[in-house]
Every structure is written in C-alpha cells, then in structure tokens.
C-alpha cells in the first residue's frame, strides 16, 4: 500500500460515485458546519461593539438578532426555491450567469470565493482563539495550531465526501445538543424566575456606558452580527453530492441547518438579555466569550459546561470545512465555462475537485500567515461576498421567476425580489461600516479577480479560435518528414534513435557536436563501421553526418539554429527532431547528469513552429528488454476495459 493509498485512500472508479453520495444527516455536518458555528461569533461579534452602552448593550442585541433571523428566513426561502429550480447545484454563480449575464455572474463568483477562504481562515483562527483562552499557553503557537488544522482539514476532504461526513458528524451533532440544550434549561430557569434567573456562575460585570445609542452604531452591530448568516449558501453549491431524491435531500439538510441556527440566535439573543451578559474586549486580560459566559450562568462550571466548550471549540475549528466542501464545486462551475483553469473541473482520485481544495488550503494558509491566526484581524473582511452573492442570486431568480412563469410565480418573484432589496441593503451597510477596518480589501480585490478570469476566458477563446478546423483531413499528398537525429556518441542509446528515425523517414539528418578542446565522441572509422556499411549492406541510403562547429563550447544552441534553418529552407516539409534521451527509474539520479535533452525540446517548443515536429526516444536504464520487437503483420491493440474494441473499415465495422 502506498503512501497516497494511506493518506488519501484507494482510487474510486467513476462508477462508485454513487456511494459517496449522502443523505441529510450526513450533508449536515458537511455542508452546514459553517453556518451552524456561526452562532458562537456572530452574536459575540455584534455584542463587541456595543460594550460602550454598558447594560443597554444587552437590551439592543434582541432586536438586531430578530433583523438578522428574519433575513435569514428571507434568504433561506430563496435558496429553497433555487436548490428546486436547479438540481444540477445552484449557486448563485450559476443562478446568476443564466438570469443577469456572465458580468454578473463573474461578480457572483468572485465574491463567493473571496468568501470561501476567509471562512475557512476565520473559522479556524475563531476555533483556535477559543481555544487558546481557555489555555493561556498556547498563545504563543497560535499559528502553528491553525496551520495543522488546516493541514488535516485538507488531507480529510481529499479522502472524500463520505468521509467527510462520517469524520465530522459526532463533533457537529454533539455541539448542536449541548448549545440547544443550555439554550433550553436556561429558557425554563427564565420562564420559572418570571424572567429574571438567577445564574449558576455570574458573568462579569458590564461596564457603565461610555456612549450614547445611534443608528451608527446599531448598523455597525448589526453589519457584525450578519457573520453568523455566512455559509447558507454551501446547500445549494452542493446539490449534486446528495443522494436521490436529490431536490428533497438538499432542502430538508437546508431547512434543518436554517431551524437550528435560527433557534441559537434567537436563545442566545434572548438569555443574554435575561442574564445581562456582555461581550469581553478581545485580547485583553479576563476575556471570556458569550456562550462561555452563557453556559455557566445557567448550568455551572460542571462536566456539561467542559463538553460544551469543547465541542464548541472543535466545531469552530472545523467549521472551515463547508469552504472545503464548496469551494472546489464553484471553481468547477467557474472553470466549466471558461473563466478559471480547467484543470479545476477534473476530479480526483477519490472523486473530489482535488485541485480546488488544494487551492484553497494554499489561499487560506497565506492568509493565517498574513494575520497572524487572529479572528478579529479578519472579521472586517468578512460577509460582503457573501451578502453580494446572496443580492445577485435572488436578483437572477427574480428574472427566472419571471420567464418561467409556473405555478406561484408571481408569489416566489415577490419573494426573491424582498430577499434581493434586503440583502442588498446589507451590502451597502457591511461595505460602508467596515470599510475603514478592512473591508476595502475585498471591494478592491473582487474586480481584480474578474479582470483575471475575463483574460483567462479571452486566452481560451483565442486557442480555441486558433486550433478550431472543420476542414477534412488531407491525405492526397503525403511525404515524410525530414528527421533530424542529435548525437553526441555511438551507443545504445543514439542507435536506438537512429534506428526508429530511418523507419520513419528516408530523409535522415544526423547532426554532431565539433568541439575543439574534446576528444572526438564520433570517430569516422566508427561511423563508416557501424553505421554506414550496415546500411549500404540492406540496400538503405545511409545518412548523412553533418559535422557543426562550436568554437565556444555550447551544444544545445548549434543544434537549435540548424533545425530552424532546415525548416526555413525546406518550407514544404515537415521537420521531425528525434531526441535520445536517458530515463532514469529513480528521480535524484537526474541530478548526475545535464539536461540538455530538456533544454533543446524547451527552446524548440519556444522558437519552432508548426511545421517542427518533437519526437523523444528514451532509453530506461536497467531495463532488459530488447531494443525493438519483432516485426508483426499488423498492430496489436489492447481490449477496452469492460467493452470490445471496434476498427473501422469504410462503412463496415467489426471487433477486434
């Protein structure tokens, strides 16, 4: 078993893909994890910055919470529609490229990629940071530990999707019970205290106001908040990775994820009220998080308050892995049409866009590295690409609404459009509000990328246009290429090129290297024994030796310049320049030799044109087995796999 098998597993044949298909429970955990963790920051996030009202920071946090559930009950509602519309997996870059344009779908792409990576970068800095309040001392390794996860988040999600479901499940499903369940006692200590529990451990105190109430800083809180709507689109990106019924699978896993977190927001909202707890300034001294706080104010530091906090802990670190799982699948819708290297849309060994996740991991952990591994760093860079994927996705479903023209199509309009204008108000307010902090990386770094990818779909349009011929193929007036043999000296190797060029070709050019300070490689007794009688024994031409000088010792270029030459003088004819070159079983015994073979084939793909032709002979050294095979009457060909081989005869076809 190798290496890879160990890591990333054995190779899945297409036809397995079926069972790497999941259901809802498992496309919770895969696609949900984002979301889901939301909660432990998205409300802490809101309540930062409304330390400076003290107690009626607490009261304004309800309010800001309902805003954000009602908008994720908007957006929840669209993307229902659209996983329905598009079964095939319906992202908003696809829901916008076929409803606004390919403009705005670029727009849509870009933005959510951006937000890809700084999810993956904020939920494993968020996971760590928690982690390291809890243990002080690993302050210091604060980056290594976020690299390493990030690391294991990779090699999990190259294994495959069924893995990945199966690795994350206990922890997701363990965070959901604990959080849900402090979320449940501490609303009957509420109800049975006539709404005012006693804690079981106080929160710290809040400090007393140090500002008035304003719009501002309303929409400043409520900008921050709108983190814990990030990944609601990861669902509808994934699709096709749920089993049948495809369509049903995929809006019960988003119907459960949307209930769940909108339950945690709403009973994290209304206890912190009920137990006047506050957010702690980040990074300072006696910092405690929210749910840390909420936790032991309704149950105590106890065995349910360490598993909580834990599993809490490991959800945030893993919650990177819903960019994990929908990266890859929009780089693949995006490279499908053009826009990013196809290599993008190719599967791995185990059936995942290996690329796409390799990519991100790389993208991600530059950005670790950058901000050190601390949330708060990234925070501001946050949620305008998700905000603006979710404006252009219920746009595009506006305008399919309206074409398609089904049953209640005036009603799912009327929605996506109240879904469109409210997120796109959000926009404007995350832009505006966090703009100084931050923000004006991501607005600047969006129109970059679509310059990018318009340049890389124009590169693509151009080969095609360039490579493209209807025209048949010409077989009226066939000649054979003038083949032309570099050799340094007489031996297996340049034999075993000399051999296959004058079965090629008649027209054979046998070009050595004359250097005045060496000994010569090619003596001519040698040529006129080995070479030249053979030949004229077996009735064949033998061919010409041409003799170049190179006064200043080079090799490679003298040969390089004659090529060019014999093609230019030769206009009419192919040129076929026949590389011997050793190949070697193992990769460090390259090192011992030079690499002119590579050199020449590189400047002759730099410099030729179409009518050079680059042909390698290798000689494998430690191979045994005879130079050329008997002759046979007719080439061999082997059976397809699972199938016949069939030739074709002019009309006629039959099995080989």
């Known amino acids: 078993m190798s290496l890879a098998d160990v890591l990333f597993g054995r190779p899945l044949a297409t036809s397995e893909e079926r069972a790497e298909k999941v259901g809802w429970s498992a496309g919770i955990p895969i696609f949900g994890l984002d979301a889901l963790s939301s909660a432990a920051y998205g409300p802490e996030a809101a309540l930062t910055l409304l330390i400076p009202l003290g107690v009626a920071g607490t009261l304004y946090i309800l309010p800001i919470s309902v805003s954000i559930i009602v908008l994720l009950l908007i957006v ?44 993956a970068a904020v939920g494993i800095s968020a996971g760590v940071g928690a982690l390291v309040s809890a243990v002080p001392g690993l302050q210091p390794h604060t980056l290594g530990i976020c690299l390493a996860i990030l690391i294991l988040l990779m090699v999990i999600n190259l294994r495959g999707v069924r893995e990945v479901g199966a690795v994350f499940m206990i922890p997701t499903y363990l965070f959901i019970a604990c959080l849900l369940g402090a979320i449940a ?29 304003s ?29 049948e019924p495809v369509v049903k699978s995929a809006q019960r896993t988003l119907t459960v994820i949307i209930g769940i977190l909108a339950l945690m927001l709403a009973g994290i909202a209304y206890l912190v009220r009920a137990y006047a707890i506050g957010a702690t300034p980040p990074g300072e001294s006696g910092y405690q998080s929210v749910l840390s706080q909420l936790i032991a104010a309704v149950a105590g530091k106890n065995v349910f308050y360490y598993v909580a906090i834990a599993s809490i802990l490991l959800v945030l670190a893993l919650s990177a892995n819903t960019a994990f799982a929908d990266f890859p699948r929009l780089c693949r819708a995006i490279a499908e049409d053009g826009y990013l290297p196809i290599s993008f849309a190719n599967r791995g060994r185990r059936l995942v866009y290996s690329q796409g996740i390799v990519v991100l991991g790389v993208l991600c952990g530059i950005l670790l590295i950058i901000f050190g591994g601390v949330t708060d760093r990234l925070i501001p860079l946050y949620a305008i690409g998700a905000f603006l994927a979710f404006t252009l996705s219920q746009a595009g479903m506006v305008v399919h609404w309206r074409r398609a023209r089904g049953r209640g199509w005036r009603h799912s309009m009327l ?10 108000i959000t926009v404007l307010v995350v832009a505006v509000a966090k703009f100084a902090e931050g923000a004006w990386i991501t ?16 590169h693509y349009d151009k080969v095609f246009a360039e490579t493209d011929d209807p025209t048949p193929l ?76 190179s006064p200043y010792r080079f090799v490679v270029q003298p040969i390089l310049d004659y090529v060019l030459d014999l093609e230019r003088e030769n206009p009419d004819r192919q040129v076929a320049v026949l590389i011997p070159e050793l190949a070697e079983r193992r990769w460090y015994n390259y090192l011992l030799y030079n690499q002119r073979a590579r050199l020449l084939k590189a400047l002759l793909l730099l410099k030729g044109n179409q009518q050079i032709v680059i042909i390698d002979v290798p000689w494998y050294l430690g191979d045994r087995t005879s130079l050329m095979p008997k002759r046979d009457d007719g080439i061999r060909l082997p059976r397809a796999a699972g199938g016949n081989v069939t030739r074709e005869s002019g009309d006629s076809e039959q099995d080989g």
């Open 76 to 119: 929840y509602t669209s993307y229902r529609q659209t996983i329905a519309a598009y079964p095939t997996g319906g992202g908003s870059y696809t829901v916008a490229s076929q409803n606004l344009g390919p403009n705005a779908g670029l727009l849509a792409g870009t933005a959510l990629m951006i937000d890809y990576v700084l999810t």
């Open 185 to 213: 006692f501490g609303l009957i200590k509420t109800v049975l205290g006539a709404g005012h529990p006693q804690p079981v451990v106080s929160p710290p105190s809040l400090h007393p106001a140090t500002a008035q109430i």
């Open 215 to 243: 719009a501002w800083l309303v929409l400043q809180a409520f900008s921050s908040g709108c983190t814990a709507m990030t990944g609601v689109e990861a669902v509808s990106n994934g699709v096709r990775a749920f089993r």
């Open 415 to 424: 929605v996506n459009g109240l879904g469109a204008v409210a997120t796109g």
């Open 443 to 458: 607005v600047m770094l969006i129109p970059a990328l679509i310059v990018l990818m318009l340049a890389i779909r124009r």
């Open 474 to 549: 010409q077989i009226a007036d066939l000649r054979p290429p003038i083949v032309v043999v570099p050799m340094l000296r007489w031996g297996k190797v340049s034999k075993k090129a000399l051999d296959f060029a004058l079965r090629v070709s008649p027209d054979v050019l046998v070009l050595h290297i004359d250097q005045p300070e060496e000994k010569e490689k090619l003596p001519h007794d040698v040529w006129k024994n080995l070479v030249q009688s053979p030949a004229k024994m077996a009735g064949v031409p033998p061919p010409p030796l041409v003799h170049l000088k």
